[in-house]
């Protein structure tokens, strides 16, 4: 009988161990559902950016356009190497794949070439630039996880820099400028 209590109370014992780490594990995995979406928008919109940074580099007619796709793969594959560590220390699975928008626009983009390749791409780096830089300002200043936040306010110097890297190759190569009141 002795043995039986002695095993019993190692198994509690052991049990109330674990109990304090599983439950800060439990708080420090909890996400706000804005957090949680901006993770997740943010980690496709990098892969995304990968994706036609390479398109552009590839097929780019501009060496200013084929530099800049080099530039966003770069750029985006350190800062989506960050988010990834940050999800998965607050326990979000990122998504591995784009969704059929983002996919969509990558093959249209992959059968154009030349200067139309280049208006094109730039036009949409600019609009895409535009959102996303709002999309993390919206974060650093209202996200209340902490990480995630300072992950949004770490990136945006970098992609405040794409927006003007972007709009000045797009006016290189004579992108149409439908992109309300972001020029500098």
């Given at each position: 009988?002795?043995k039986?209590?002695n095993?019993?109370m190692i198994?509690?014992?052991?049990?109330?161990?674990?109990?304090p780490?599983?439950?800060?594990n439990?708080?420090?995995?909890?996400?706000?559902?804005?957090?949680r979406?901006?993770?997740?928008?943010a980690?496709?919109?990098?892969?995304?950016?990968v994706?036609?940074?390479?398109?552009a580099?590839?097929?780019?007619?501009?060496?200013?356009?084929?530099?800049?796709?080099?530039?966003?793969?770069d750029?985006?594959t350190?800062?989506?190497e960050?988010l990834?560590q940050?999800?998965r220390?607050?326990?979000v699975?990122?998504p591995t794949d784009?969704?059929a928008?983002?996919k969509?626009?990558?093959d249209?983009l992959?059968k154009?070439s030349?200067?139309e390749f280049?208006?094109m791409y730039?036009?949409?780096?600019v609009?895409?630039h535009q959102?996303?830089?709002?999309?993390?300002?919206?974060?650093?200043?209202g996200?209340q996880?902490?990480?995630?936040?300072?992950f949004?306010?770490?990136?945006?110097?970098?992609?405040?820099?794409h927006?003007?890297?972007?709009?000045?190759?797009?006016?290189?190569?004579g992108?149409?400028?439908?992109?309300?009141?972001?020029?500098?």
């Open positions: 009988m002795r039986k209590l095993y019993a198994a509690t014992t052991g049990l109330l161990a674990l109990t780490l599983f439950a800060q439990q708080s420090a995995t909890a996400l706000s559902a804005q957090d979406k901006f993770v997740t928008e980690a496709q919109g990098g892969m995304a950016e994706e036609m940074g390479r398109v580099s590839e097929r780019g007619s501009s060496a200013d356009v084929k530099a800049f796709g080099r530039r966003m793969m750029d985006h350190k800062a989506n960050k990834k940050v999800a220390d607050k326990g699975t990122l784009l969704p928008e983002m969509q626009e990558r249209m992959s154009l030349g200067a280049d208006k730039m036009s949409h780096m609009k895409d959102k996303t830089v709002a999309s993390f300002e919206k974060e650093a200043e996200g996880d902490q990480a995630v936040r300072a949004a306010q770490e990136t945006l110097p970098t992609l405040r820099e927006l003007r890297l972007a709009q000045d190759t797009a006016a290189k190569v992108a149409p400028d439908d992109h309300s009141g972001h020029n500098h």
